[in-house]
């Protein structure tokens, strides 16, 4: 049956076009309205019935979409999941007349404010402000004391991922304190090993190390670090060899360095990260009040369902007032895999 047939495509103008070429091919047959009779030959030889016949079944067709035209299921992926949505909108916290807003940065501003500005009564926060703006100045070694725009650049980011992903953000181990500690210290053992030079050192390698020392202070920017120490071995003159007591404390700056470039991998977007949960906290109690859903977020609520709260694929036909036998999905290179996973339990169900 027509109900039973959903077709899914990525824009409104794709949807729109597929419906056209849909009704024009079954009036062609319904009337025998062919321009080229090779076209009419191909049409009939892939549906393997007599013309008289293909034009019965097209006519009843036409009349049963003229009666059930809401049965004509063609839409984009994100219409087809804000239905999904709005059959279960109680399960997200929403109104079954709740709102799809495109732009989120509005949003997201608004409660980076509201959580800056709840700081200043919370302990908690305050204190983890403290460590955020430790971090920024020290680990990542950003100039200025107005961090606000670089940290929602960077929530609008996290946003963006959570959601095509529909995964959380977390917080990798390690503090910021450990990243200083551990910089302050190689800063010293590389000092320390400039006054221990081998005559037959390499002359660019030693300057660079020299010029490092001079330019920088204990808790420097990684990316300032001489060429040099990124590798294991003393960078010596041709055919020269380093004293072992050198080439020991060499080896020892190069394997603390290498160290502590993972530990700030690891937790460079350790306070964004916390920062984002702290956000998103906000953000989930200002668009509930305003009972809306971000398009952006449609695809990782519509999972939530199927995980969080359970919801069965015959549950979401319950919903939906319908049941879908026949799945077509146009340009399926272009379906995300959260998409996917959305569309999955129920192509599996079908099958």
Same mark, same amino acid.
């Given at each position: 049956?027509?109900?039973? %047939?959903?077709?899914?495509?990525?824009?409104?103008?794709?949807?729109?076009?597929?419906?056209?070429?849909?009704?024009?091919?079954?009036?062609?047959?319904?009337?025998?309205?062919?321009?080229?009779?090779?076209?009419?030959?191909? %049409?009939?030889?892939?549906?393997?019935?007599?013309?008289?016949?293909?034009?019965?079944?097209? !006519?009843?067709?036409? $009349?049963?979409?003229?009666?059930?035209?809401?049965?004509?299921?063609?839409?984009?992926?994100?219409?087809?999941?804000?239905?999904?949505?709005?059959?279960? #909108?109680?399960?997200?916290?929403?109104?079954? +007349?709740?709102?799809?807003? /495109?732009?989120?940065?509005?949003?997201?501003?608004?409660?980076?404010?509201?959580?800056?500005?709840?700081?200043? $009564?919370?302990?908690?926060?305050?204190?983890?402000?403290?460590?955020?703006?430790?971090?920024?100045?020290?680990?990542?070694?950003?100039?200025?004391?107005?961090?606000?725009? $670089?940290?929602?650049?960077?929530? !609008?980011? @996290?946003?963006?991922?959570?959601?095509?992903?529909?995964?959380?953000?977390?917080?990798?181990?390690?503090?910021? +304190?450990?990243?200083?500690?551990?910089?302050?210290? %190689?800063?010293?053992?590389?000092?320390?090993?400039?006054?221990?030079?081998?005559?037959?050192?390499?002359?660019?390698?030693?300057?660079?190390?020299? +010029?490092?020392?001079?330019?920088?202070?204990?808790?420097?920017?990684?990316?300032?670090?001489? #060429?040099?120490?990124?590798?294991?071995?003393?960078?010596?003159?041709?055919?020269?060899?380093?004293?072992?007591?050198?080439? =020991? %404390?060499?080896?020892?700056?190069?394997?603390?360095? =290498?160290?502590?470039?993972?530990?700030?991998?690891?937790?460079?977007?350790?306070?964004?990260?916390?920062?984002? !949960?702290?956000?998103?906290?906000?953000?989930?109690?200002?668009?509930?009040?305003? $009972?809306?859903?971000?398009?952006?977020?449609?695809? /990782?609520?519509?999972?939530?369902?199927?995980?969080? *709260?359970?919801?069965?694929?015959?549950?979401?036909?319950?919903? @939906?007032?319908?049941?879908?036998?026949?799945? @077509?999905?146009?340009?399926?290179?272009?379906? +995300?895999?959260? !998409?996917?996973?959305?569309? *999955?339990?129920?192509?599996?169900?079908?099958?």
């Amino acid at each position: 049956l027509l109900k039973n %047939i959903l077709a899914i495509t990525f824009t409104n103008k794709a949807t729109l076009e597929m419906k056209e070429r849909i009704l024009e091919l079954l009036k062609k047959i319904a009337l025998d309205a062919f321009s080229d009779k090779n076209e009419e030959k191909e %049409i009939l030889n892939l549906l393997g019935v007599d013309k008289k016949l293909a034009q019965k079944k097209a !006519q009843a067709i036409i $009349d049963e979409l003229i009666r059930h035209y809401n049965f004509f299921q063609i839409q984009t992926i994100d219409s087809f999941i804000n239905g999904l949505l709005l059959g279960c #909108a109680l399960n997200i916290d929403r109104s079954a +007349s709740f709102k799809i807003k /495109r732009d989120y940065q509005e949003h997201l501003s608004y409660c980076l404010d509201v959580v800056i500005e709840q700081a200043k $009564d919370n302990p908690q926060d305050f204190e983890f402000f403290q460590e955020f703006l430790e971090h920024y100045l020290f680990v990542e070694n950003r100039s200025g004391w107005f961090p606000r725009e $670089d940290i929602l650049l960077l929530m !609008q980011s @996290l946003f963006r991922l959570s959601n095509k992903y529909g995964k959380s953000i977390k917080a990798g181990q390690g503090k910021s +304190s450990e990243v200083i500690k551990k910089k302050k210290y %190689i800063y010293n053992q590389i000092k320390e090993m400039s006054r221990q030079f081998p005559e037959n050192l390499n002359g660019a390698a030693k300057k660079h190390i020299f +010029s490092f020392i001079e330019r920088n202070d204990p808790i420097f920017d990684i990316s300032s670090l001489p #060429a040099a120490l990124k590798k294991p071995d003393p960078a010596m003159n041709k055919r020269a060899t380093p004293p072992v007591s050198f080439e =020991k %404390i060499w080896k020892k700056v190069h394997s603390d360095l =290498k160290e502590l470039i993972e530990l700030d991998a690891a937790i460079t977007y350790n306070p964004y990260a916390k920062f984002f !949960q702290r956000l998103l906290i906000s953000l989930q109690e200002v668009s509930k009040k305003e $009972d809306l859903l971000f398009l952006e977020e449609l695809n /990782r609520k519509a999972r939530l369902l199927f995980g969080q *709260e359970g919801i069965t694929v015959a549950e979401v036909y319950y919903r @939906l007032a319908t049941r879908f036998y026949h799945y @077509l999905i146009d340009e399926f290179q272009d379906t +995300s895999v959260l !998409q996917w996973r959305n569309l *999955e339990i129920m192509v599996e169900e079908a099958l």
